[in-house]
């Protein structure tokens, strides 16, 4: 069918711009990171900035190239380029080549690629594709199936890299699902078991599995039918308690009370479950779920805690918390991040004027903590005007997606905006301490060549669907 679209008239110019400004600050703040004085060209390609001016170049042809290629090339080959992604990240694995303890890297002389960074583009593709095929339905079990394999089998390759950082960035498509109609609940019992994640990792177990019982024995009473069932599901718990600890002492096992009380929560729970399903008292039974699944979560998160991340991650996590403090060691860059931030105070120290930046106090200044020379140099001002630009782009992707005509443009603006934001967030929250320090960059700043032509593929192929979209995109 003929074009009904001039694609440069409708190609959304805002967007472009506000990509190019930030992709400018970005290069003037890597410049004045590792500014140095015997190469004062930022132009010099010795250094970080001259390399960061060839990624620049480069991604922005890479931009070019996206643009003038039919928009139905991406509907068609989704799967595709998420295959080849997926190869990628499996290759990796074998003959990648190990930078910061991650295994992540294809290096092939001077150039090195980071496949991890190329995944999140991908699984959009893939997602929107899959969500947009005739006769989808989100809430069947198949559908969640598929979605969750598509999410979560790059994470998992990206987690077999040691790359935690980049792999968390996965779980925010929930985001994109909850905008095509998944549940409320669903939300619900997400934030129910991030705040138990945190809670497993702050309390000691006896307060935690005291609040848990606590909390339950409430739930239970405001949704009680009446109090003979109430009664009944507090001898359960207490018939649960008193087993456990004659087990305990018979067998002389040795465990402490605060295993006594998850062990009565779940052997509780169970007891509750099979009393409600009997009785056809719906509430009680998910409840009884919930609570089985609250305290199952709680110590596998101890469990994964001590088992499974590595000792310097332990102690990132310990330093977020307050469980730990060490300023000198593991919380060094936060602390020293800190310091440069407060410093700028309102109007900042002024272009290359910043001390913690040019004594390099904040190790890696031009990638992860790259926000922390903003706001050193251009103070609170400057670090206000970032801030807001990166909204404002927010706020224009979900404007754009939102009227899109195609599910698969939707879907796939949404998970540009989920991702990006993602970054944004957990980028400065790392740099003033809110977040743990995971070692993601901030999109369109911080310094490599593969996070800017990720984020770069990722803005543009939304911004090609966005200009074809009064044509048809069949899926």
């Known amino acids: 069918m003929a074009k009904r679209y001039s694609l440069w008239a409708n190609l959304d110019w805002f967007t472009v711009l506000l990509y190019i400004a930030l992709v400018f600050m970005g290069w003037v703040n890597i410049y004045s990171a590792v500014y140095d004085a015997e ?70 002389g001077g150039f090195s690629i980071q496949p991890a960074e190329f995944g999140k583009f991908a699984t ?23 979605i969750a394999g598509i999410i979560f089998l790059p994470a998992l390759l990206i987690l ?12 925010v498509f929930i985001l994109v699902l909850y905008r095509e109609g998944l549940s409320e609940s669903v939300l619900f019992f997400a934030t129910l078991g991030g705040l138990l994640f945190v809670f497993s990792l702050v309390l000691p177990p006896l ?48 465990y402490k009370i605060e295993l006594l009380l998850a062990g009565m929560l779940v052997l509780g729970g169970v007891m509750i479950l099979i009393y409600s399903l009997r009785k056809n008292l719906k509430v009680y039974a998910l409840t009884a779920v919930v609570l089985i699944g609250s305290v199952l979560l709680s110590l596998s998160v101890g469990y994964a805690f001590e088992q499974i991340l590595e000792p310097y991650q332990q102690a990132r996590i310990n330093e977020l918390f307050g469980i730990e403090s060490d300023p000198l060691g593991i919380g060094y860059n936060v602390n020293q991040s800190k310091i440069a ?3 700028g105070g309102f109007w900042g120290k002024g272009f290359l004027n910043g001390t913690q930046t040019k004594f390099n106090f904040v190790p890696e200044q031009s990638t992860d903590f790259i926000f922390c020379t903003v706001g050193e140099e251009w103070g609170f001002v400057g670090s206000s005007v970032i801030v807001v630009l990166f909204l404002i782009l927010f706020t224009r992707l979900v404007l754009l997606a939102e009227r899109q005509r195609s599910g698969f443009s939707r ?39 593969s996070s800017l032509w990720s984020f770069t593929i990722l803005l543009f192929i939304f911004l090609r669907l966005d200009a074809s979209r009064f044509d048809y995109l069949s899926s």
């Open 39 to 108: 190469h004062q060209s930022i132009f010099d390609v010795s250094q970080r900035y001259g390399k960061q001016l060839i990624w620049i170049g480069a991604a922005l042809l890479i931009a070019f190239v996206i643009l003038i290629i039919e928009s139905d090339f991406y509907v068609f080959f989704s799967y595709y380029i998420y295959g080849t992604v997926i190869l990628l990240l499996v290759m990796v694995l074998f003959i990648g080549t190990e930078v910061n303890a991650s295994k992540s890297w294809f290096v092939i």
């Open 341 to 343: 931030i407060g410093s």
């Open 207 to 254: 307060v935690l599995f005291s609040v848990i019982t606590g909390v339950t024995l409430l739930v239970f009473l405001i949704a009680s039918p009446g109090m003979k069932h109430y009664t009944k599901i507090v001898l359960f718990l207490g018939a649960a308690f008193i087993v456990l600890a004659v087990v305990n002492y018979a067998t002389r096992s040795g």
């Open 124 to 146: 959009a593709l893939a997602l929107a594709k899959y969500m947009s095929s005739y006769g989808f339905k989100l809430k069947t079990v198949k559908s969640l199936s598929v």
């Open 411 to 449: 879907i796939y603006g949404y998970s540009v905006a989920s991702i990006l934001f993602f970054h944004f967030m957990v980028n400065i929250g790392m740099t003033i301490g809110l977040m743990p320090v995971i070692g993601i960059p901030l999109p369109f700043f911080s310094y490599g060549g």
């Open 160 to 171: 077999m890299q040691n790359d935690t950082g980049s792999a968390l960035v996965y779980f």
